[in-house]
Each structure stands twice: as C-alpha cells, then as structure tokens.
C-alpha cells in the first residue's frame, strides 16, 4: 500500500478547530493548551485510570491484556486529538480502536504523555505500547520495538505568506522552531549542519507552541510532518502560511514526490518494550488484518486526501 503521494499541495486534511496542539511530536508546548488533556483520556470502553496495572491487566501470560493503555502525546492533530466536545479522534485513535476493539476484541484508552520522555515511560511500564505517529529510527529501535510501519510523513517547512522565504537556502541564518524530541528537531539539526552552524533552533515542548510563535514573528519558519503542517496551513485560511516548495527527499528517493520541500521520507510504527514480542506479533497481525480488508483505507480516507 503506497501511502507517498499523499497532500500533494496541503490541502484536503480534515479541517475542524485548530489543533489546540502531535504527534510525530513531542510534549507540552509553550502557549498551547496542554491542559486539554488533564483529564483520563479514553478510548472505546477503556478504564481511563491510565496506570500501570492498566497497562498489564489480565491474567499472567495473557498475550494481549485486557486493557491496553497507549502513551500518546496530545495533541498532534490529525493523528491523536481533542474535538470541542472532549472527545478523543484522530487517525491513530480510530487505528487504535480497528486493531484492538476489532480485532482483538480488547478495551484500550490513552495516556497523555510528553513526547520526549514517552520511551522512558514505556520501558518504565506506565503503559503498554506508544502509539503517537512516531518515526521509525535507528536510535529509538535501540531501546523500543516497532510493528511494522502503518504510515508514511515527510519533514516539511511552512512559513507565513508573506514571508521572503521562497528556497531552503533563504533559511540560512533565521530561526525556525520545531518541537522537542522529533524527527522535526532531528531534520532541522541536520540542516544547521549542511549550513555550517548558520540556523537557530527555538525547541517547544508541543508542535502548537512552534505554530504559534510562526504567527507571532518569533521564527520565520516551523519544521514539521507534513500532515500536522498541512492541518495547521488550512486551519489558518486562506493566504496566511504556506508550505516551502522545492524539491527533496522524496524525489531523491524515488518517491511520488508532493511539491513541497521534503527533507526527509519516515515510516510510523507502534512501539513497544523489547520484552513484548508475542504481543508485538499479535498486533502486527491486526494491522496486515486491518489493511487487507479495507479498514485502513476507510480510516485513511476519513482524515488524509489521495
């Protein structure tokens, strides 16, 4: 299933309010609303207790628990957020619900956790798995496990419309914003690298507080995945950001490329502890299950465009 093609040009991203703040991403940001999510946050018949006893509830042994409680940093809008109502949505809450209500016939809920200390509370077993559009790397596999990849995410750069900043290079020497702990950040080093120092990074606990500061003229530019930077662009109307052009990783690689800026090409899997592999295997069986018999597709249609 070749997901690479997807909002080509921004658009056609579920709209709804603007994202009160990701995934792909990190913590709580500065200016956001992270109090949002204070309250137990719950998926479909989940205790909403989110403590560790959640995480492993069952008899001992049991492969699959049953409660599976999901590290989650909230809000990364489409991926995992709060409506206007409190409820929770976002693509990875309906995967959540497809794999394991559906499929595995479990109750699970969420647990808001900052995205740069999310790996040490899992291996710390205040949940039992991440799901949190989080980037298959090198590094994090040294500490976690991952399923086998459910979504394909470019790193991309937005700027305000009236912005002089048409190229990559017009980057040199400004200062973009990213959020803390993400391939953003990661994608934004590298290119402080490439211009040989000339890049200032301001890092933000959640991806809104980088938004924000985009608005406000603290940063010319955010780095970010391209599905949370084409909600935000659209959420914002007509003519206020835009996406940076140019060509990238994508096309580098081969890839159906948008015409954006990609500086890089990732895969999102769940992440596990390096303990969890029966369980691991089963979830991996719900994904190939929800993928052959087009649940996928009607959860990916339901928020992405192509």
Do not use: H, W
């Not at 693509?91 to 647990?111: H, M, N, P, W």
């Amino acid at each position: 299933m070749d997901r690479r093609a997807y909002l080509k040009t921004g658009a056609g991203v579920v709209a709804g309010g603007l994202f009160a703040g990701c995934t792909g991403g990190n913590g709580d940001g500065e200016g956001s609303t992270e109090t949002a999510t204070s309250e137990a946050t719950t998926g479909a018949e989940g205790t909403g207790d989110g403590t560790e006893t959640g995480t492993e509830s069952g008899s001992e042994g049991d492969v699959v628990p049953d409660n599976v409680v999901i590290g989650s940093d909230i809000p990364y809008r489409p991926f995992e957020y709060e409506t206007t109502s409190g409820e929770l949505t976002g693509f990875d809450v309906d995967i959540a619900k497809a794999i394991f209500e559906e499929q595995l016939g479990t109750s699970y809920e969420f647990k808001p956790t900052s995205f740069d200390s999310i790996i040490p509370s899992l291996k710390n077993n205040n949940f039992r798995i991440i799901m949190s559009a989080m980037t298959i790397n090198d590094e994090r596999a040294k500490q976690v496990d991952f399923s086998d990849p459910y979504f394909t995410a470019y790193q991309t750069v937005i700027v305000r419309q009236d912005s002089d900043i048409q190229t990559k290079e017009d980057l040199r020497g400004k200062t973009v914003g990213v959020q803390k702990g993400t391939t953003g950040a990661d994608a934004a080093q590298q290119l402080k690298s490439e211009f040989n120092g000339e890049l200032e990074l301001n890092q933000y606990d959640q991806v809104t507080g980088a938004f924000q500061a985009l608005i406000n003229g603290q940063v010319v530019a955010v780095i970010n995945d391209n599905t949370v930077n084409a909600e935000f662009v659209n959420n914002q109307g007509e003519g206020q950001v835009r996406f940076l052009k140019g060509e990238g990783a994508a096309a580098e690689s081969g890839e159906n490329a948008p015409d954006y800026l990609t500086l890089t090409v990732e895969n999102y899997g769940i992440a596990f502890r390096q303990d969890d592999d029966e369980f691991r295997k089963r979830v991996n069986e719900a994904l190939a299950a929800i993928q052959e018999n087009g649940t996928y597709d009607e959860i990916y249609a339901e928020y992405f465009e192509g």
